[in-house]
């Protein structure tokens, strides 16, 4: 049975609504959980591009990457966990990891499937939730995975139209 049903979070999927690249976020991470993260993109298979200042570059160990000064080139990392789908990591700082995703590539069951089996995937690894919110929003999730539940859950009304 699936976390989310389509007919459920369709409002949260909406581009209009949500803006093109919603937030993606974990609390309280670490520079181990950005390693973590980093892991299980390799163990799992995913394909990934890592750039810094546009040019692609092997993917480095976390602690390489973080922390971050202010005035550092930017740092992407490119995540495909299935054909068609790409989510954006951005480190910049070890206390915060941040992600998008572009909702026009997760439309109907199968997308909801994907988004959620991903944040699952990161959410078990790191014991930790993981929220999304609008655009923009940051702070205000409209759903997230609970670890306790072992689930990606509802965290907000989908016909309420903002925080």
């Known amino acids: 049975m699936p976390d989310l049903l389509w007919s459920e979070v369709e409002n949260f999927f909406d581009p209009n609504r949500m803006?093109?690249?919603p937030d993606l976020w974990v609390p309280d991470a670490s520079v181990e959980d950005w390693q973590a993260v980093f892991d299980l993109i390799r163990?799992?298979?995913?394909?990934?591009?890592?750039?810094?200042d546009g040019t692609t570059r092997p993917l480095p160990a976390a602690?390489?990457?973080l922390p971050r000064p202010a005035e550092a080139e930017p740092v992407l990392l490119r995540v495909r966990p299935v054909p068609g789908v790409q989510v954006n990591f951005w480190p910049m700082s070890a206390t915060e990891l941040d992600?998008?995703?572009d909702l026009r590539e997760l439309q109907g069951q199968a997308g909801v499937d994907t988004l959620c089996d991903f944040m699952r995937a990161i959410g078990r690894r790191l014991g930790k939730p993981v929220f999304m919110c609008a655009e923009g929003q940051y702070g205000y999730p409209h759903l997230g995975f609970d670890p306790a539940a072992d689930r990606v859950v509802l965290l907000a009304d989908p016909e309420d139209s903002g925080p």
């Open 19 to 21: 803006g093109r690249l």
């Open 63 to 65: 602690a390489e990457v």
């Open 99 to 101: 992600f998008d995703v």
């Open 43 to 52: 163990s799992n298979g995913w394909a990934w591009e890592y750039e810094v």
